[in-house]
């Protein structure tokens, strides 16, 4: 059966740290000079891989970061951290709590119709 539209149908890989498992490869990606501004040690390398049409749940990374998409493109949503409050967070002592409660189906399908004002979403009015 198919993917409710918007979610991939494939493989998806998220913060794994391929590159300190095939150190190897280290020679292929260059490290913006910002991201070594910080604490020794406190450089994380981690890559993401999907199938074209892959959706990130909605959710906050509770650590500075610098995105970089190599083939394709993706699509950012950013929320001030002022609309936390409205972004439907897990309890504190859920494993995922950094995710959002909203499925990335239902973000995507209140985007299409241009409608937040009903259900789950009447908080984004």
Known sequence: SKPPP???GGGYMAQHALLDQ??????DVLTPDIALCGP????LQQLFFGPKGT????HYDPYENIFCQVVGAKYLRLYPPSEA???YARNDEDPLRNNSTLE???LLLGEASGSYSEGRFHKFL
Do not use: M, R
Not at 22 to 27: C, E, K, N, Q, V
């Open 40 to 43: 020794e040690g406190s450089l």
């Open 55 to 58: 959706v990130t749940p909605l």
């Open 104 to 106: 990335p189906a239902d």
């Open 6 to 8: 918007g979610l991939s």
């Open 85 to 87: 409050h409205s972004l």
């Open 22 to 27: 095939i150190p190897s490869l280290s020679a």
